[in-house]
């Protein structure tokens, strides 16, 4: 965000729209626009439309993650961050998932839905990548040895482990 307002006010925007529609990430983002649109125009503010949805659009994606987190400086790290997980991690998180030598079947599965690399897997929840056609438990669970012996945790498993 370019400013400390910008970053209160969407941090504002978002927490009040996840009040209001917690399992709708579409509500939120529009809910978060027109609330841009609503505080500009009290400000007397030449925000354009695209601003506003950009704004929108951002919060859409925040409260899709549910890491408001990622808004607030003061925050906790989140443990499954990529990032976070890397200091102790033998591979960068932006290694391509073609390198942690899966069978064909869990690779092909991961890049057909567009999980390249180790950062847009743990991008997402366990629960959401068994929902991947012809990803079932016995895939996982390779995918979860693999990452585990490269220093990662996927989202959602116990972090102890």
């Not at 790290?77 to 391509?96: F, G, I, L």
């Not at 390249?116 to 629960?127: E, F």
């Amino acid at each position: 965000m370019a400013d400390e307002d910008e970053r209160s006010n969407i941090v504002t925007w978002v927490r009040a729209s996840l009040e209001a529609a917690p399992h709708h990430p579409e509500d939120v983002a529009l809910a978060a626009y027109e609330r841009g649109l609503e505080e500009g125009r009290r400000q007397g503010s030449q925000e354009t439309n695209a601003e506003s949805y950009d704004r929108g659009y951002a919060a859409g994606g925040i409260a899709r993650s549910g890491n408001l987190e990622v808004l607030d400086e003061d925050a906790p790290s989140d443990p499954y961050d990529p990032d976070v997980q890397a200091k102790s991690a033998k591979v960068p998180p932006d290694t391509s998932i073609l390198d942690l030598g899966m069978t064909v079947r869990s690779t092909n599965c991961l890049i057909r839905e567009g999980l390249s690399t180790i950062r847009a897997v743990l991008g997402r929840p366990v629960d959401d990548l068994l929902d991947i056609i012809y990803l079932g438990e016995k895939a996982l669970e390779e995918i979860r040895q693999k990452f585990r012996e490269n220093g990662y945790t996927l989202r959602g498993d116990d972090l102890a482990v």
